[in-house]
């Protein structure tokens, strides 16, 4: 399983460093929403990785409150970016202010949501297959210093639910008005490896991760890229 979280970081990384070109180029404000969460769904995948090599203690605990704060924080921000992107799909209704608070104003909610997880969600080792982290969530026989302890926090999946709801729905918008399906697919995969049991047990909600960070990255190169094609060339400057 180490080898498997190491291959999502590396993903998850060559994923990061695409976004940050995408950004540089054209500037898509979708773009830079995503950079900071993106960050740290490498960040996250990676902690997974070398949890066993660090093993369990204060220093291992500390590397993974990161990965539940920025979840917690900016995790939801992708809702906004989904406005951002139906604008540079250039949807002209997606330019009425209504519409873009709409997705600000969901995204701040789920925010204050996640919020008391801040002061009512510890961490606690968990031992898996080659792998040691620190979650949240404690099933019974995974706790790596007591196989009888077993805990389950407020912290629920609501935010990430309703998140995957609205990439869904987005990506219906732009598979029906703009014919591309890559953004509805991302998002069906992540709540389908997110809701699906058996899929959680292997990992592959992480898999899903993966799939709708990718589905959402391209869909920004793609309609960025189609905007900057159209848009007219600098003339070029003359030398005396």
Same mark, same amino acid.
């Given at each position: 399983m180490t080898i498997q979280f190491l291959v999502y970081a590396a993903i998850q990384l060559g994923l990061f460093v695409w976004l940050v070109r995408i950004y540089r180029w054209s500037g898509a404000a979708a773009a830079l929403l995503l950079i900071v969460p993106q960050f740290f769904l490498f960040y996250d995948n990676f902690m997974v990785a070398i949890g066993s090599f660090i093993g369990i203690g204060d220093t291992l605990k500390a590397l993974s409150w990161p990965r539940f704060w920025v979840h917690w924080l900016a995790?939801?921000?992708?809702?906004?970016?989904?406005?951002?992107?139906?604008?540079?799909?250039?949807?002209?209704?997606?330019?009425?202010?209504?519409? =873009?608070?709409?997705?600000?104003?969901?995204?701040?909610?789920? =925010?204050?949501? !996640?919020?008391?997880?801040?002061?009512?969600? !510890?961490?606690y080792p968990v031992c898996e297959s080659d792998t040691v982290r620190y979650t949240s969530r404690v099933a019974a026989g995974m706790?790596?210093?007591?196989?009888?302890? /077993?805990? *389950?926090?407020?912290? @629920?999946?609501?935010?990430?639910?309703?998140?995957?709801?609205?990439?869904?729905? @987005?990506?219906?918008?732009?598979?029906?008005?703009?014919?591309?399906?890559?953004?509805?697919?991302?998002?069906?995969?992540?709540?389908? @490896?997110?809701?699906?049991?058996?899929? *959680?047990? =292997?990992?592959? !909600?992480?898999?899903?991760?993966?799939?709708?960070?990718?589905?959402?990255?391209?869909?920004?190169?793609?309609? /960025?890229?189609? *905007? *900057?094609?159209?848009?007219?060339?600098?003339p070029a400057l003359s030398v005396a």
């Open positions: 995790g939801m921000w992708l809702i906004i970016a989904c406005g951002s992107i139906l604008r540079l799909a250039e949807f002209k209704w997606a330019e009425n202010k209504l519409v =873009m608070a709409s997705f600000c104003v969901l995204t701040v909610g789920l =925010m204050f949501h !996640d919020l008391p997880n801040f002061w009512s969600v !510890d961490l706790s790596c210093t007591d196989p009888s302890f /077993a805990i *389950r926090q407020r912290d @629920t999946p609501l935010a990430v639910i309703l998140a995957c709801y609205v990439v869904i729905l @987005t990506g219906a918008v732009l598979l029906v008005g703009r014919r591309w399906p890559w953004l509805w697919l991302g998002g069906v995969l992540m709540l389908t @490896t997110a809701t699906v049991p058996a899929l *959680r047990a =292997m990992k592959l !909600d992480n898999f899903g991760e993966v799939l709708i960070a990718g589905s959402a990255i391209w869909t920004i190169a793609h309609f /960025a890229g189609r *905007r *900057r094609a159209r848009a007219p060339a600098r």
